[in-house]
T-cell receptor, first 115, second 113 residues
Framework: DTGVSQNPRHKITKRGQNVTFRCDPISEHNRLYWYRQTLGQGPEFLTYFQNEAQLEKSRLLSDRFSAERPKGSFSTLEIQRTEQGDSAMYLC?????????????FGPGTRLTVL | DQQVKQNSPSLSVQEGRISILNCDYTNSMFDYFLWYKKYPAEGPTFLIS?????DKNEDGRFTVFLNKSAKHLSLHIVPSQPGDSAVYFCAARPATGGFKTIFGAGTRLFVKA
């Protein structure tokens, strides 16, 4: 399967704990995106990488959130000191090339539940 | 501030009939519009798109219409099939910063056999 993969698919944690999610994009894709989706809403943009450079961060991404893409391939999203409001589906997407019309391919998401 | 609005949370249609999903947007800087389909336990998948220089784009059973003056777009599915039952997200991108896709809240489509 050469699609976008995300691990883990589900994560349950206690408030205050740190969690880390991984995204493996489609191999030749140079752009990688993170989104968050809460119940009844569409995906909300969090951040975006072009190769290893993080080029944009949403205001939604508080200081407790950090994302990396160290070698321009896979990416990790870490949430420190989790809060109940962090409970959501975290989606990763990747795309090839530049410009407005590139298609973003989404992974299945990681569902985070903070107790 | 929701820049992309899908005001119908759900829609039920009989198999073989037309499904019409609607979307409104507020940002006149949006230049590219997309529809995504999402099944449970899967990520959204791209369905069809339209550039702001067009008013219609067709791909098989799926047609997207864009009315820029009304800031409105719609997705038509005809004929509807039970396999089309899913959540449909309308999305838009600004002409600058085109990497950032703004999604609506989604419409859940039920196609009854």
């Amino acid at each position: 399967d050469t699609g976008v993969s995300q691990n883990p698919r589900h994560k349950i944690t206690k408030r205050g704990q740190n969690v880390t999610f991984r995204c493996d994009p489609i191999s030749e894709h140079n752009r990688l995106y993170w989104y968050r989706q809460t119940l009844g809403q569409g995906p909300e943009f969090l951040t975006y990488f072009q190769n290893e450079a993080q080029l944009e961060k949403s205001r939604l991404l508080s200081d407790r959130f950090s994302a990396e893409r160290p070698k321009g391939s896979f990416s990790t999203l870490e949430i420190q000191r989790t809060e109940q409001g962090d409970s959501a589906m975290y989606l990763c997407a990747s795309s090839l090339g530049q410009g407005l019309y590139n298609e973003q391919f989404f992974g299945p998401g990681t569902r985070l539940t903070v107790l | 501030d929701q820049q992309v609005k899908q005001n119908s949370p759900s829609l039920s249609v009989q198999e073989g009939r037309i499904s019409i999903l609607n979307c409104d947007y507020t940002n006149s800087m949006f230049d590219y519009f997309l529809w995504y389909k999402k099944y449970p336990a899967e990520g959204p998948t791209f369905l069809i798109s339209i550039s702001s220089i067009k008013d219609k784009n067709e791909d098989g059973r799926f047609t997207v219409f864009l009315n820029k003056s009304a800031k409105h777009l719609s997705l038509h599915i005809v004929p509807s099939q039970p396999g089309d039952s899913a959540v449909y997200f309308c999305a838009a991108r600004p002409a600058t910063g085109g990497f950032k896709t703004i999604f609506g809240a989604g419409t859940r489509l039920f196609v009854k056999a």
